[in-house]
């Protein structure tokens, strides 16, 4: 069996597949349970025992010596593993091979396995039948490869033979029917861990690290000339009980909320628990300080991470990791300990993130995708229209809402707008939508009372009818999911069966044990919930997740938008290096002379529409930057 792709050159169209597995020393401190991928194969521990490879539908072969492994491995292949990017790296860091292209079969799985059976190879192969996954890399812990006597060399080799052969036999399996359009993403997501390009600027790192153990340090001096030593206040921030009873103690009931996970009650001390946040007003300074306090020790992400960021720093250049199908709708996600998804606007952390010298980063935004994807299925044509213009649609809206024209200057009234067309499509109530408003981003918050958040909603939905009528449509298409019928939406972009919805790129998303209920309808979604469900015979309800028509709207609108931007970096990566993606932004790297030619080339890419949306409102806004923060 050999791998075939559209759209390439004969040489590129047709590739041998070399199926591969690394069997590498681990012990109970240095191990990928321990440790990220990156710090794993980049410490000085590291040891391969052997590779097993086969090529095509060949005799899978184990090696000990690498030379002779990679020695016969076919020059124009492409290389297939399960968890590619742990065997992916350890072929290109430590022995400089690249293959044509990278396969993998845990990314291949999660479309369809990730909520259900889960998609590690034991799982996959027993799900097929495809045989047993062995258990020999037990027996191989704290062992160098000089400890191993002959025979338990030939075990070990079994074992990963027989993984080998699994993985080839899953490929098998997963690739019928599998787009080769999402192979192709597959391969670029794994480039940008295994080809590492970022660069990494410690100073900065080092520096914003001292600024965030200082800012906390003088949290927690100032609340222990209260009374209580530093050590005393640290355990209580950190305690959500001892916290409600320092609360108590200066006089503030602790906040509650139900639990959305268990249904019970429980402290709302979370940074995005409104009432909690709102103390930070409180009338009493201490109070004031104690939410502070909490929020800045409790919170410990950003400290974190910017260690973490100056640990690779130390070892190399930063790999990408991002997760191919992170979420249910296709979005990617971030790891590693990292996750450069979700990096602070205008912070340091992104201004860290360099690029080589001599070149630059261009970054190209999707402007707006969501927003215009609801509108396009929908066909709310006045909306679509707007965008076309390149209207101001944020302003628009909040003109409508103020009664009184609006626009970039008036940054409250204009956030108010742009948060009721970004969120208001998804069938959001008042209530929510209040909240939203309260927490803010960037910078900006709203308090409005809850009348007025009713009239804003019913504005939005009185304007824009047919997103309205969509989320009906969506809520009809569960109903038919449940009934085993068939059906479409969005104008016959998306499909729908008892499988779920059918995307253009042919991937599906899905709702495991779809099922009505009082108010709606629900389902599973995580393999653990599943596996209990068919260990047991049933669940109780809060294992199960809520969905409905503005929900389902939701869904489709970013499993496309994310088709959308995933097709506009396969074709970027074309003509020029994607170092990585961030939610609706593509990052390129080119020679700092070529900047303004390839800009503008991707921004032509990232502004046609998508051959299955014909007049989808596309549109780019890009930067240029040494460091992602400038080119943000």
């Not at 391969?48 to 090529?55: P, Q, S």
């Not at 091979?97 to 990730?114: G, Q, V, Y």
Request: overall charge positive; glycine content about 8%; aromatic content about 8%.
């Amino acid at each position: 069996m050999v791998l075939r792709l559209p759209n390439q050159t004969r040489e590129e169209q047709v590739m041998d597949i070399a199926t591969i597995d690394f069997e590498t020393y681990y012990d109970r401190e240095y191990s990928l349970s321990k440790m990220t991928t990156e710090a794993y194969i980049r410490d000085d521990r590291f040891e391969v025992i052997g590779v097993a490879i086969k090529i095509n539908d060949g005799k899978t072969c184990w090696y000990e010596n690498m030379d002779e492994a990679f020695n016969n491995m076919p020059t124009n292949c492409c290389v297939l593993a399960h968890n590619t990017i742990f065997d992916g790296s350890i072929l290109r860091w430590k022995y400089r091979k690249e293959p044509k292209f990278w396969l993998d079969t845990m990314s291949m799985a999660r479309p369809k396995h990730s909520m259900t059976t889960g998609c590690s190879l034991s799982a996959l192969s027993k799900y097929y039948k495809l045989g047993t996954k062995g258990t020999e890399v037990l027996d191989s812990i704290g062992k160098r490869k000089a400890d191993f006597t002959p025979q338990e060399l030939k075990a070990y080799a079994k074992y990963c033979i027989n993984d080998v052969e699994l993985t080839y036999k899953l490929w098998k399996k997963l690739s019928k029917g599998f787009p080769p359009s999402e192979l192709m993403v597959i391969d670029q997501t794994l480039r940008m861990y295994i080809n590492p390009t970022i660069e990494l600027d410690k100073e900065l790192l080092v520096t914003y690290l001292d600024t965030i153990k200082l800012n906390k340090q003088q949290l927690l001096d100032t609340l222990s000339t209260k009374g209580l030593s530093n050590e005393q206040v640290k355990k209580a921030l950190m305690s959500n009980l001892m916290f409600a009873k320092l609360l108590t103690h200066v006089g503030v009931t602790p906040p509650i909320k139900i639990s959305a996970r268990t249904g019970e009650e429980t402290y709302a001390f979370a940074k995005t628990d409104k009432e909690f946040v709102n103390l930070q007003q409180h009338s009493n300074p201490v109070v004031q300080q104690l939410v502070s306090a909490r929020l800045g020790v409790k919170s410990t992400i950003e400290e974190t991470r910017t260690e973490n960021l100056i640990a690779v720093a130390d070892r190399g250049k930063l790999p990408i990791m991002l997760n191919y199908y992170g979420a249910h709708t296709g979005r990617f996600s971030g790891g590693d300990k990292l996750n450069l998804q979700n990096l602070p606007r205008n912070g340091a952390l992104r201004k860290s993130l360099v690029a080589p010298k001599g070149k630059v980063l261009i970054a190209c935004d999707s402007s707006q995708i969501e927003a215009r994807m609801v509108a396009y299925i929908s066909k709310q044509e006045d909306l679509i229209q707007a965008f076309r213009e390149g209207r101001d649609v944020y302003s628009e809206f909040a003109s409508e809402i103020y009664d009184r024209n609006i626009t970039k200057k008036d940054k409250l009234e204009r956030f108010v707008g742009k948060t009721c067309i970004l969120g208001l499509g998804y069938g959001m109530g008042a209530v929510k939508f209040k909240d939203t408003l309260a927490m803010g981003q960037g910078g900006m918050s709203v308090d409005i009372d809850l009348n007025e958040a009713k009239r804003i909603v019913t504005l939005y939905r009185q304007k824009n009818h047919n997103i309205v009528s969509f989320w009906r449509t969506c809520g009809h298409a569960l109903e038919t999911m449940i009934g085993g019928g068939m059906g479409s939406i969005g104008g016959g972009i998306c499909k729908y069966d008892s499988e779920g919805i059918v995307l253009p790129n042919g991937l599906r998303i899905r709702y495991p044990e779809l099922r009505r209920t009082s108010d709606g309808f629900e389902y599973i979604s995580n393999a653990r919930t599943y596996r209990k469900l068919n260990t047991t015979g049933s669940l109780e309800d809060k294992d199960w997740t809520r969905i409905y028509g503005g929900k389902v709207t939701e869904n489709v609108v970013q499993a496309l938008a994310r088709i959308v931007v995933s097709e506009q970096m396969v074709e970027i990566g074309k003509h020029y290096q994607v170092l990585f993606q961030v939610h609706d932004e593509i990052i390129v790297c080119q020679m700092q002379e070529n900047k303004s030619d390839t800009q503008q080339h991707v921004e032509t890419i990232m502004s046609t529409s998508p051959r299955w949306a014909q007049g989808l409102p596309v549109a780019c806004e890009s930067g240029v930057g040494y460091n992602y923060g400038e080119a943000k």
